[in-house]
Every structure is written in structure tokens, then in C-alpha cells.
């Protein structure tokens, strides 16, 4: 099993034997994050967090979708936001937004459950930001990192005819009639995901002085189209992640 030293330390320190937790390191290595986190529960040998996590929808179907509504401190971000920053300002010359996160996070909890991805091919993005005034498709999003994610999302392209993406990504200011006008009437996004609360959370950037704003709630919305079993452990793995931002830096 392996587990980083100071992931270690932590678990003498609360008790907590490190074959419950899922690793997020290279190679499944157990990282003090995945102690921190609160949203990741124990498992048993052989068993994984996406078998056995779910959370039930927290209100009525609506237009076809399941309604997950959440709310998460994503203090962990704020704690390996320093180094980041340093790299993304070397990298980018600017930090990364917080939408860089959402957005991977949302897509790998997705792809997470990869059954119903059959025969749709890459999966594609719209993301919204500046309250629904800057539009950024991004596509074949499966195995691309956070810093490509920020150069697109820096850069951004025209939405070219036709685009369907399979996600939506949305800050609280998007209203829903901006959203449509980019979609077709025949094909409607299997996932979308709102950040609310009153900021936008698009000035939110990895190494700010305050993170007070990082207390995110949020709204996930899943096709009906997709089991409800599946559904439930997608809006719990996305819970995991957002806890957990180290594992969004990953590939796997």
C-alpha cells in the first residue's frame, strides 16, 4: 500500500487505518488529502468509493433531469492554492480560476461511470462565466489537464454551428434562457452544473489572500436518461471531489 508520509502521520493521529481510504496519488499512494477529506467514506478491501457513495436527489425531477443540490468548503483548495499559483503564473501568467476546477471536476465524476458514454464520443463542454456573457466550448474534455482547461478557458473559441456538448458548466448569474440559445431543441446536455450563491465565483483565483469565498454551493443537475443509481454515485463523486482538489490535478 502507498501512502505519503504525512498522510501517514495523520492517520495514527485520528485513528484511521489507511485500507478504508481510496488513494488519489500517483499509482493509488494515499495523500493527506484523501485523510482530510470528509466526503470520502470508509471502504472495505476490494470494495471502491463509486460502488458503494451515493446521494439521493434533493428535489423533484425537473424537465428531465435529477436535482442535486450541495454545498461544499473548498478550503482544501485553499491550502495547496500557494504552490499552485506560483506554477500557473509561470506557466500562464495568470492563476487559475476556480471554473478551471469546477469543470474537471464535473467531468471526471462524469467519466467516472463510463457505461453510459458509450457511442457518444468525446465529450464536449459549454462553459458559461461573467454572467453568461463569455461562452467557451471546449471539447474532447475526458483527458485533458487543469492547465489546458485554463488556456482554453483564457483563450477562448467561437462556439462553432451545432455544438452539443454533454456538460454545462454555469456561474449563479447564467439565466437559463442564455444557456438555451446555444442549444438545440433536440439534444439537451446529460449534466449541468451551477455555482451559486451571490458571487459568480469567476474572480475566485488559486493563491488569493482570502478564501472566505471559497464556500461553495452548487446545483448538479443529471439526465433521467442515466439510471438513478448511477446518478446518485455521480453527484457523490463530485461531492468527493470538490473536497478533495488535489486528485483534480490527476489523469486517471
Known sequence: ??????????????????????????????????????????????????????????????????????????????????????????????????????????????????????????LDVLLFENNGEKVVPLRDMARKSIYRIARETQAPAPVPEGFAPHITVCDAGTAREQVATFLRDTQYPLFGFVARGRSSKAGIRAGADSHASLQLPYTLYISTAIPAADANRIAARLYALLYNPVSLMLLD
Open 1 to 122: 500500500m502507498l501512502i505519503s508520509p504525512l498522510a501517514r502521520r495523520l492517520c495514527q493521529r485520528q485513528g484511521i487505518d489507511p485500507a478504508t481510504l481510496r488513494g488519489t496519488g500517483p499509482r493509488g499512494r494515499i495523500m493527506a488529502a484523501d485523510v482530510l477529506s470528509p466526503a470520502a467514506p470508509p471502504r472495505k478491501r476490494g470494495e471502491t468509493i463509486i460502488n458503494n457513495y451515493a446521494i439521493p436527489p434533493t428535489r423533484p425531477e425537473r424537465d428531465g433531469y435529477y436535482v442535486y443540490d450541495a454545498e461544499v468548503d473548498m478550503s482544501a483548495l485553499a491550502n495547496i492554492s500557494l504552490p499552485i499559483a506560483v506554477q500557473c503564473e509561470k506557466l500562464l501568467e495568470q492563476r487559475y480560476s476556480l471554473f478551471d476546477y469546477l469543470v474537471r471536476a464535473v467531468v471526471k465524476a462524469c467519466t467516472g461511470h463510463p457505461a453510459w458514454m458509450e457511442g457518444l464520443g468525446p
